[in-house]
């Protein structure tokens, strides 16, 4: 059966730079094989012509919307989070011109049979469209399926961060949005008729905040499926490691908070150890607005290279030794360890960075959370050629076997049944 799929998003979903990207890529790329989706998605500066065209190839039809950002916005929606009591990010996302595409959409001549809401971000342009298209039915046909793809517990995001937050006001905030976010994110899943999770961690977290809220056992959260981020590793070219390789690499937005705040410690805590035993070793940072104090930990110049966002990864990644995920924050799936084990790389990672995925520590990955125990890990790669390859050739293996979005996408059929 054909479905006519409205699909939202909060960032264009290529080029694959970034976890939420690749996510919503790969079941986009999965639903326009069987369905017709009209993409709506909101767009950077960053964002090109050449990505907009290649989405026109895959869906029936691409709109997109600017995303407004600056640091007054932020102030005046922040002020209205606190006046409304209305979760901070989702403030601050609602922009009018959205709306109002949607409106334009929903009372067109096209009949959409379901509205796929990507991220949290988007579930109140889902619900706002779907009463919009359900109101303008003629008697006895339904309003649209309404689907949420959770990517992760919300919530979990600034819980965590403020529970490594030094700074007392920061940690006020980041727990006043949690709890904000908390409720919000009950409330808004229990709207959507289907809700698929990326882990099974972030399901069962947002279904103990339900039925925290409520005060009663019998309040479930709706599950549509617990469908793991998955990748296209059969199209990615093996990383050429050089058996020279002495880079420790880091690979992320860094404008992500659990992003800056895990790398900091790392370079913090952990890297000076790392150096101690291998001098040669270069920690590089790679992503867009990586913090200035990274250069304040007293690191030298020579084993410290931050480069910012970069176009094209493979000469750093043929010098990289292991790839680190020193996270302490966040939710859902770390599409960065998918990378890494697509590419033949080793990785260390700490628990919450490798949560919600499937791995098999000492074959396919190194997991470690204190700084001692992460320099260990770390050096462990770096000195151990064998271990190194094993790591390496073992997570390749596994994401080919575990997270082809071919495969594991089918799960999205029963969705839209």
């Given at each position: 059966?054909?479905?006519?799929?409205?699909?939202?998003?909060?960032?264009?979903?290529?080029?694959?730079?970034a976890?939420?990207?690749v996510?919503?890529?790969?079941?986009?790329?999965?639903?326009?094989?069987?369905h017709?989706v009209?993409?709506?998605?909101?767009?950077r500066?960053?964002?090109?012509p050449?990505?907009?065209?290649?989405?026109?190839?895959?869906?029936?039809a691409?709109?997109?919307?600017?995303?407004?950002?600056s640091?007054?916005?932020?102030?005046?929606h922040?002020?209205?989070?606190?006046?409304?009591?209305?979760?901070?990010?989702?403030?601050?996302?609602?922009?009018?011109?959205?709306?109002?595409?949607?409106e334009?959409?929903?009372?067109?001549?096209r009949?959409?049979d379901?509205?796929?809401a990507?991220?949290?971000w988007?579930?109140?342009?889902?619900?706002?469209?779907?009463?919009?298209?359900?109101a303008?039915?003629?008697?006895?046909r339904?309003?649209?399926?309404?689907?949420?793809?959770q990517?992760?517990?919300?919530y979990?995001?600034?819980?965590?961060?403020?529970?490594?937050?030094?700074?007392?006001?920061?940690?006020?905030?980041?727990?006043?949005?949690?709890h904000?976010?908390?409720?919000f994110?009950?409330?808004?899943?229990?709207?959507?008729?289907?809700?698929?999770?990326?882990?099974?961690?972030?399901?069962?977290?947002?279904?103990q905040?339900?039925?925290?809220?409520?005060?009663?056992?019998?309040?479930q959260?709706?599950?549509?499926?617990?469908?793991?981020?998955?990748?296209?590793a059969?199209?990615?070219?093996?990383?050429?490691?050089?058996?020279?390789a002495?880079?420790?690499?880091?690979?992320?937005?860094?404008h992500?908070?659990?992003?800056?705040?895990g790398?900091?410690?790392?370079?913090r805590?952990?890297?000076?150890?790392?150096l101690?035993?291998m001098?040669?070793?270069?920690?590089?940072v790679?992503?867009?607005?990586?913090?200035?104090?990274?250069k304040?930990?007293?690191?030298?110049?020579?084993?410290?290279?931050v480069?910012?966002?970069v176009?094209?990864?493979?000469p750093?990644?043929d010098?990289?030794?292991?790839?680190?995920?020193?996270l302490?924050?966040?939710?859902g799936?770390?599409?960065?360890i998918?990378?890494?084990?697509?590419?033949a790389?080793p990785?260390?990672?700490?628990?919450?960075g490798?949560?919600?995925?499937?791995?098999?520590?000492?074959?396919?990955?190194?997991?470690?959370?204190?700084?001692?125990?992460?320099a260990?890990?770390?050096?462990?790669?770096?000195?151990?050629?064998?271990?190194a390859?094993?790591l390496?050739?073992?997570g390749?293996r596994?994401?080919?076997?575990?997270?082809?979005?071919?495969?594991?996408?089918?799960?999205?059929?029963?969705?839209?049944?």
């Amino acid at each position: 059966m054909n479905v006519n799929i409205l699909f939202l998003t909060q960032v264009l979903p290529y080029p694959l730079d970034a976890g939420p990207k690749v996510r919503a890529y790969h079941v986009l790329r999965y639903l326009a094989q069987q369905h017709s989706v009209t993409l709506v998605s909101f767009t950077r500066t960053s964002d090109t012509p050449a990505a907009i065209s290649h989405l026109r190839e895959i869906c029936h039809a691409v709109h997109c919307v600017p995303m407004p950002r600056s640091l007054l916005l932020d102030a005046m929606h922040f002020a209205k989070s606190l006046l409304r009591g209305k979760p901070f990010i989702i403030e601050r996302d609602w922009v009018p011109e959205m709306a109002q595409l949607l409106e334009t959409l929903a009372q067109g001549s096209r009949r959409f049979d379901a509205i796929h809401a990507d991220q949290l971000w988007m579930a109140p342009y889902a619900l706002w469209t779907g009463q919009i298209a359900g109101a303008r039915r003629s008697q006895g046909r339904e309003r649209p399926l309404l689907v949420l793809d959770q990517h992760n517990a919300v919530y979990l995001i600034p819980q965590r961060l403020a529970e490594h937050e030094g700074n007392w006001l920061k940690r006020r905030i980041l727990a006043l949005e949690s709890h904000k976010l908390a409720r919000f994110e009950v409330d808004t899943c229990l709207q959507f008729d289907r809700v698929t999770w990326v882990t099974r961690e972030d399901y069962e977290a947002v279904q103990q905040q339900a039925q925290r809220q409520a005060q009663q056992q019998g309040i479930q959260i709706g599950n549509a499926g617990v469908i793991p981020i998955c990748a296209d590793a059969e199209s990615v070219t093996v990383a050429a490691r050089a058996p020279t390789a002495r880079r420790v690499t880091f690979l992320g937005g860094l404008h992500y908070p659990p992003n800056a705040e895990g790398v900091l410690w790392f370079a913090r805590e952990v890297f000076p150890q790392v150096l101690r035993a291998m001098p040669e070793a270069v920690l590089t940072v790679i992503g867009k607005q990586p913090p200035a104090s990274l250069k304040s930990f007293g690191i030298p110049a020579k084993n410290l290279d931050v480069t910012g966002y970069v176009d094209d990864l493979d000469p750093y990644l043929d010098e990289t030794a292991v790839s680190i995920v020193p996270l302490h924050s966040g939710g859902g799936m770390r599409v960065k360890i998918l990378d890494a084990w697509s590419k033949a790389i080793p990785i260390v990672s700490t628990t919450i960075g490798a949560e919600g995925i499937e791995t098999c520590p000492g074959k396919n990955i190194l997991i470690a959370d204190s700084p001692a125990d992460f320099a260990d890990a770390t050096l462990r790669v770096l000195q151990n050629a064998p271990l190194a390859e094993q790591l390496a050739q073992g997570g390749r293996r596994h994401v080919l076997d575990a997270y082809h979005w071919r495969t594991r996408y089918q799960a999205w059929d029963s969705v839209y049944a």
